[in-house]
């Protein structure tokens, strides 16, 4: 534990209480695997599509393998029995890895394997980081320390984003983004493995998480596919907000700022909405924030300017981890012993909505950058699914 201790305050540092340190190594393994592994091409897409010959067309197929990727993974968590703190620290260490990767090389069909593994890794590390740290933070009792551990997504969101935004003001190109961001990824993974050697009562946690079954229900199948609409809801801006800002200011960089802007939302959200997850409940909670999704997802659509993208940055920065929180949470209760396998039910349903976004708006918009059809049945389905929870909500 001292070892814990002295990474977090240094060598001749006070003891820190080893909640607190767990929560913090699971906030930096989030912001990993989220923040780069995930979403780093979100604010570099604009940047390959200036210097790297890409175009439209072709980053909705990167972003689309990437989804495809968490998809695999996702799946594969559901039956590959491993130790939950082995597939942390391979997946961190894949990300890192791949990340660095994109910058090395100029090939299309490179960079489509490359965020295929990413994807791969970042469910990986999800699901196992969230069965983690709900197992290793319960007997704390602090909620205050899970919002901490999830705060890492927006955290590595606008890490990211504020590192791209640095990058172009020196005039770099997106490779050395790429291949910056990629070794950010390997000296964070360098920093926190030492807390993954799965200590005793973690250890035993992760045995039982990796093999405990769920026993499926009408409830969980609910929970699923609920997770799957968001996952739907959400990709169309979590992807081209930065484009659709670009579009509504063209020739400014304050459209650069949109993503560091979602990420900083997600983390004041992720944190404020700990306690009140234990106050409204998992499930209404998970409501609220797709109808508050679903509002800013909208919001583009009744006036397509610079303000109005940037309201949207900032709802759907602010609910997506709240309803991962939620979510997570609210397997964890459903399924008991289970809740891996739920969760990671789960998760793949939230990437095959994320599969199908990029998709949609790909079949939608053609050649042009058009995302209305898009955000129109992504907000729809946002409020439907709201429905399906309020519902079981009422008859709990």
Not at 32 to 60: N, W
Not at 98 to 124: D, E, F, K, Q, V
Not at 271 to 294: F, S, Y
Request: glycine share 12%.
């Amino acid at each position: 534990m001292s070892s814990i201790n002295q990474a977090i305050l240094g060598p001749g540092g006070k003891s820190s209480p080893p909640p607190l340190a767990y929560a913090l190594a699971g906030m930096a393994a989030l912001a990993v695997a989220m923040g780069i592994g995930r979403f780093a091409f979100t604010p570099i897409l604009p940047m390959m599509l200036q210097d790297a010959g890409l175009t439209i067309g072709s980053g909705r197929w990167l972003a689309s393998a990437n989804y495809i990727g968490y998809l695999i993974g996702a799946v594969a968590a559901m039956f590959v029995r491993i130790r939950i703190e082995t597939s942390i620290r391979a997946g961190l260490l894949a990300i890192a890895l791949t990340t660095a990767a994109m910058g090395l090389s100029t090939m299309t069909a490179a960079w489509l394997a490359l965020r295929l593994l990413a994807g791969i890794a970042s469910a990986w590390v999800l699901i196992s980081l969230s069965a983690w740290s709900l197992e290793t933070l319960a007997p704390s009792r602090r909620p205050f320390l899970v919002g901490l551990t999830f705060a890492g997504v927006g955290t590595g969101i606008a890490g990211a984003g504020l590192v791209c935004i640095a990058l172009t003001t020196w005039r770099a190109g997106s490779a050395l983004a790429w291949q910056v961001l990629g070794a950010i990824a390997l000296g964070i993974t360098a920093l926190i493995w030492r807390y993954f050697a799965a200590p005793a009562a973690s250890r035993a946690a992760g045995e039982h998480a990796a093999g405990s079954a769920f026993r499926w229900n009408a409830d969980g199948l609910r929970l699923v596919c609920c997770y799957g609409a968001c996952g739907f809801g959400y990709i169309i801006p979590a992807t081209f907000l930065p484009l659709m800002a670009h579009d509504a200011l063209p020739g400014s960089s304050v459209f650069a700022w949109s993503w560091p802007l979602f990420g900083a939302t997600s983390v004041v959200a992720t944190l404020t909405v700990a306690k009140l997850a234990r106050r409204l409940g998992n499930r209404p909670l998970w409501m609220l924030g797709h109808c508050v999704m679903a509002l800013g997802i909208a919001l583009p659509l009744w006036s397509p300017g610079l303000l109005a993208i940037l309201a949207a940055a900032l709802c759907v920065g602010g609910s997506f981890m709240t309803v991962t929180l939620a979510a997570m949470q609210e397997a964890k209760q459903v399924a008991a012993g289970g809740a891996r396998a739920l969760m990671a039910a789960m998760t793949a349903a939230f990437a095959l909505g994320q599969i199908l976004g990029p998709l949609c708006v790909a079949t939608t918009a053609g050649g042009r950058a058009d995302f209305s059809s898009g955000l129109i049945l992504a907000a729809t389905l946002l409020t439907v699914s709201a429905g399906l929870l309020f519902r079981r909500t009422g008859q709990s």
